[in-house]
DNA sequence: CATGAAAATGCGAAGGG
DNA sequence: CCCTTCGCATTTTCATG
């Protein structure tokens, strides 16, 4: 395991920044939190390296990229054994956004986005439901996200 | 509904690169690109204009800050109307990191995340189930999460 | 859409509490 | 050991053609 490292109420506060906002500038957070920029600058680094911080992304609109259709599906396999080889598969559709290994009904989770109901039906049909492993699926659609947010450092 | 607007590959480009690394320099996706690094500037700001780029935020790796455990929780409610105000008591719950409002078996799906199989179950019984509209609830366990991205712009 | 210059920000060495 | 000051390098931003 990934060597667990100490974090302190200052690292918390600027973690908990940059999750809002990835590119706050370094002098603003060291005025918030009383400390000097450079201060700042080395506790970004220290959870760089310790890879508690592994990047930074913009967030983006779905629905203005034309993504208009938000679903899970949960699989069941032929096999549980099959769940690499069918893991393979499922990484080479684009539509297939998250995977979960889960205990209970479903051997794999998954969520699913695509451009239309008519996409999903094709995504659902002749990809999904194509891959050899996949013994059946049940589909959930999403038609509204009202929460979406982090963990709390 | 929000305004669509034309997005051509320059941008679709700069959206993709921007959605692995937000912090990539503009210079950098301008010698990629082959134009001025203002041009590059100027398609963020559209993009950001037209919201479908909202904002930036760093990618962290949960387990490092503790949370590990994550599930998925399908929630019945007592009445379908019930909807807004169990929704807003969900939203009080730190470990509530998304929540769907679905069609199907749920009314509200939602997934959770916290430090250990005990505060699951301090969290699903004496909070999730203590919210008067939950009728019932059943829970997803995940042990791994091999996928995890975004749409393809 | 490019140029170029001004302003803001990031970065890292060196020193102090 | 962690923090700060300080100067240089890089990057962002904007007016102009």
New binding site residues.
């Given amino acids: 395991m990934t060597s667990q490292i100490?974090i302190?109420d200052?690292d918390r506060e600027i973690l908990n920044t940059l999750m809002n906002d990835a590119?706050?500038?370094?002098?603003?957070?060291?005025k918030r939190f009383?400390?000097?920029?450079?201060?700042?600058?080395?506790?970004?680094?220290k959870m760089r390296a310790a890879e508690i911080i592994t990047g930074t992304e913009v967030i983006i609109n779905p629905k203005l990229l034309g993504y208009d259709v938000c679903c899970f599906i949960g699989i069941n396999l032929n096999a549980a054994r099959d769940y690499h080889s069918a893991l393979r598969k499922l990484n080479e559709l684009d539509e297939v956004v998250e995977a979960y290994y889960t205990t209970g009904a479903y051997n794999i989770f998954v969520k699913l986005m695509c451009k239309s109901i008519e996409e999903l039906q094709y995504v659902l049909i002749d990809k999904l439901q194509a891959i050899d492993e996949v013994q059946s699926t049940e589909t959930l659609i999403s038609l509204q996200n009202p929460i979406n947010r982090n963990v709390k450092p």
Same sequence: chains 1, 2.
């Fill in positions: 100490r302190d200052l590119r706050t500038p370094y002098a603003e957070m060291a009383n400390v000097s920029p450079a201060t700042v600058h080395v506790r970004v680094e």
